[in-house]
């Protein structure tokens, strides 16, 4: 199927991610943007996202981007990227509440199908690779080739995930083909970090702790540390990644504050144990190798909470 085929009968179309975007969820929803602003000119085309920082800010037209719910309006198609769960909808939840249909283009396995139509293919690198698949490739643009690109080497880690395929290679191939700098975008959009990102994850790094005989570790950023290093969310990409490459490490656990006694917690996985059943126990979700939840208690119950049901993961697998 192509994206084409859904929108002939539309006129108004609103694009939206999830809250606290990662480089697949603006990567995602910018290609579509501009692709859709490069292609169908006659139509009333909005993109909706959270502030993801200046990181992105070589993508086309992100500077469009808004980034409050527009409550009163409803469009013709809301077309819904790179989220699972209804209730992590950014910055438009009474547009997609409103809108006539509303499409979800995802990957997440932990995905139920939360629109009028789904498009989910779970055992895709990105969102950004499923909706490739959904475009017209001779209508891609330049500019939709950087984004698209940037929300592959995101969710892909540059290629290296296990979600990573030969038709994810093929498609970054397609998009380097297009002109774009690769190169800078691999450089300054996924590895550049500020100062202030470096120290925090060294503290973090510092501050870790091993159990299970050294299959898991897990570190706590605190509200306090992150105030004290200057540092937001938006800053703590790429620690529970690192925390992961620990030799010995199958299972790496990153929480950090989002409010008093209520954590954000990151789970990565090596080879073998489902990080998205884990996540899911507590309501959250995700990949097989890369999940996540939120978790509430002091830092001690969240952990031990976890450890239960990943030493009961880890029986699983030796059974």
Same mark, same amino acid.
């Given at each position: 199927m192509k994206l084409?085929?859904?929108?002939?009968?539309? /006129?108004? +179309?609103?694009?939206?991610?999830?809250?606290?975007?990662?480089?697949?969820?603006?990567?995602?929803?910018m290609g579509l943007y501009n692709y859709l602003k490069d292609n169908y000119q006659d139509k009333d085309i909005k993109v909706y996202l959270e502030d993801a920082g200046t990181v992105f800010s070589y993508i086309n037209r992100i500077d469009e981007a808004i980034d409050e719910d527009d409550e009163e309006s409803q469009v013709d198609l809301f077309i819904l990227i790179d989220t699972s769960d209804l209730e992590?909808?950014?910055?438009? /939840?009474k547009l997609y509440e409103n809108a006539k249909m509303t499409l979800c283009i995802d990957h997440h396995i932990s995905n139920p199908g939360i629109g009028m139509? /789904? +498009?989910?293919?779970? /055992?895709?690198?990105?969102?950004?690779e499923v909706l490739y698949d959904l475009l017209d490739e001779e209508k891609i643009s330049k500019a939709t080739a950087e984004a698209l690109y940037t929300g592959i080497i995101h969710d892909s880690g540059v290629f290296k995930y296990a979600s990573t395929s030969e038709h994810t290679m093929n498609i970054a191939g397609k998009l380097m083909s297009k002109g774009i700098d690769f190169q800078t975008i691999i450089d300054d959009g996924f590895y550049a970090k500020t100062y202030a990102q470096n120290q925090i994850l060294g503290r973090a790094l510092l501050e870790s702790i091993r159990f299970f005989d050294g299959k898991c570790i897990f570190s706590v950023v605190t509200a306090r540390e992150m105030e004290f290093f200057g540092v937001t969310n938006k800053d703590l990409?790429? +620690?529970?990644?690192?925390m992961r490459l620990t030799e010995g490490v199958e299972c790496a656990i990153f929480l950090y504050e989002i409010e008093p006694l209520t954590y954000k917690v990151s789970l990565r996985s090596k080879k073998y144990l489902d990080v998205n059943k884990i996540a899911g126990y507590f309501g959250g979700g995700g990949h097989i190798r890369a999940a996540g939840c939120t978790c509430k208690g002091t830092t001690h119950d969240v952990i031990n909470n976890l450890a239960e049901r990943i030493e009961l993961e880890f029986k699983c697998t030796t059974e």
């Open positions: 084409s085929e859904k929108l002939e009968s539309v /006129n108004s +179309i609103a694009i939206a991610g999830h809250t606290r975007p990662d480089g697949d969820c603006v990567g995602s929803c992590r909808i950014g910055v438009a /939840n139509e /789904n +498009i989910i293919v779970p /055992n895709a690198s990105s969102a950004s990409g790429g +620690i529970v990644e690192q």
